[in-house]
């Protein structure tokens, strides 16, 4: 069921302050995050500490690669919580010793 593929998104960059055409990013990474706790299967990634390459506009090559672990492991905690152990999407729970349960 597609409400249980897990949709992962990330945050931008917050060195967007220094670029005054793009005022709108708080607005927009706040909206990012409202997302968490409306759709189960729904992820936001944090960009904090990560930086541009200089334009104050986008990523540098090592800041993109932290946002692609990020992203992954973001994917991969969200799968966990769908995954049968059968390859087919079944909503689980994660308890907080890492035991999957389900719901």
């Known amino acids: ?3 249980h593929v897990p949709v992962i998104t990330g945050e931008l ?3 967007l302050a220094n670029c005054p055409p793009c005022n709108f990013f708080g607005i927009v990474n706040r909206q ?3 997302g968490v706790e409306q759709v189960p299967a729904y992820a936001c990634v944090s960009a904090a500490g990560l930086t541009d390459n200089g334009d104050a506009l986008h990523f540098n090559s090592a800041s993109l690669r932290e946002f692609g ?3 992954a492991t ?3 905690t969200k799968s966990a919580e769908y ?3 059968k ?3 079944e909503r689980r ?3 907080k010793t890492g035991n999957r349960k389900d719901k």
């Open 93 to 95: 729970r994660i308890s």
């Open 74 to 76: 973001a994917w991969a």
């Open 69 to 71: 672990r990020r992203y």
């Open 83 to 85: 995954i049968d152990g």
């Open 1 to 3: 069921m597609a409400e």
């Open 13 to 15: 960059g917050p060195f």
């Open 87 to 89: 390859g087919r999407w």
């Open 32 to 34: 990012l995050w409202g």
